[in-house]
């Protein structure tokens, strides 16, 4: 399913953007975890240009096409974290700050926000707020709204891809981890 690669990146950077190398595995905005599996000439408008040729670790099938001179979308595009990284990240969930906006329209727009920027923080604070709610409804006998149980997914899909990833383990292991080092 994932490939067996390092997810250590060699990075270098041009004009402020970072620049990853073939074979490099990297976190592409709301894609998860891939793999550069090339870099390449392209010719899909009237010009030709040079493209990350990215493919998801989780799906073979699924190739993306990312041109160098899109700084929009290579700022999408960033190494994996390290597992130090990743520890640090669980042991801080029960300080992050959930982030719910009252307003539907307001949360919708930045929960869509989020999960196109990634942040890690932030990704960790709307899956606690969504969770709380959710806790809320379900105790006055109410459901969750669809648009909420959709970002809650995503969210975590987005979040726990890498860390599975980077750790090596599959989703019951990774989710026992995180509840043990939160209880501590």
């Not at 290579?74 to 390290?82: C, D, E, Q, T």
């Not at 926000?113 to 409804?137: N, S």
């Amino acid at each position: 399913m994932f490939f067996n690669v390092s997810p250590v990146s060699h990075t270098f950077e041009k004009d402020g953007v970072k620049m990853f190398h073939k074979n490099d595995m990297v976190l592409y905005g709301t894609h998860g975890v891939c793999q550069i599996k090339d870099i390449t000439m392209e010719k899909f408008t009237d010009k030709p240009k040079e493209y990350y040729v990215l493919e998801a670790a989780d799906s073979a099938s699924t190739k993306l096409f990312v041109p160098l001179d899109n700084e929009k979308l290579l700022h999408k595009m960033r190494k994996l974290l390290s597992e130090k990284e990743i520890y640090a990240l669980i042991d801080s969930m029960p300080d992050e700050v959930p982030v719910w906006f009252n307003n539907e329209t307001e949360r919708k727009e930045q929960y869509k926000r989020i999960l196109e920027t990634g942040d890690h923080g932030e990704l960790i604070g709307m899956i606690k707020a969504i969770y709380l709610h959710k806790q809320k409804r379900n105790a006055t006998g109410k459901q969750l709204h669809i648009s909420d149980s959709r970002f809650f997914k995503e969210a975590e899909r987005i979040l726990y891809n890498e860390f599975q990833y980077v750790l090596n383990i599959g989703q019951d292991e990774l989710l026992s981890l995180i509840f043990s080092r939160i209880k501590k």
